[in-house]
């Protein structure tokens, strides 16, 4: 997480949290004169509503336009993290233990930076994967990102027919 990330984090969490929702990721793309600022959301007990990001971005808009934490132009986005959603730390990945998902690391390891499998757990700092038998332990430092792999909708609570 980038120093900015955290801030915003920091700033903007509280408010998200008072909406019964969780804050899973921030992120900044974009260009130097206009970028995008997205918030991805969660809830533990059911999917995400579109009612709640319309609520999380009228929310966090005031707070935004009163801290003015941004010095460029930037539009707000907020969104769900989606079915094969981005793990970008350790707690995201706990949940997901037996799960299939790919890792891309920040420098080679055996001579690849993108493994695939299935977590088998988080300790000591590291995800587990596991790849055709193999167990690999990848530090958190050493992850660039995860995300995960669906292979059956309905395990990770969606409907095969979508709604």
């Not at 981005?86 to 890792?103: S, T």
Request: proline share 5%.
């Amino acid at each position: 997480m980038t120093p900015k990330q955290h801030q915003l984090t920091e700033l903007l969490q509280p408010s998200v949290v008072s909406l019964g929702l969780t804050l899973w990721a921030i992120e900044i793309v974009g260009r130097a004169n206009r970028s995008t600022l997205r918030l991805v959301i969660d809830h533990t007990e059911r999917l995400v509503t579109v009612e709640d990001c319309e609520a999380v971005s009228r929310q966090v808009s005031r707070i935004l336009d009163v801290n003015d934490p941004l010095p460029e132009r930037y539009t707000l986005e907020v969104s769900s993290p989606g079915i094969e959603r981005a793990l970008h730390r350790l707690e995201h990945f706990e949940p997901f233990v037996g799960y299939q998902a790919k890792v891309k690391l920040k420098v080679p390891f055996e001579g690849k930076k993108n493994y695939s499998g299935v977590i088998v757990g988080v300790e000591n700092q590291a995800v587990l994967l596991q790849q055709g038998g193999i167990e690999y332990e990848f530090p958190a430092e050493q992850i660039e990102r995860g995300q995960l792999v669906v292979t059956d909708v309905e395990q990770v609570g969606g409907r095969r027919d979508g709604k």
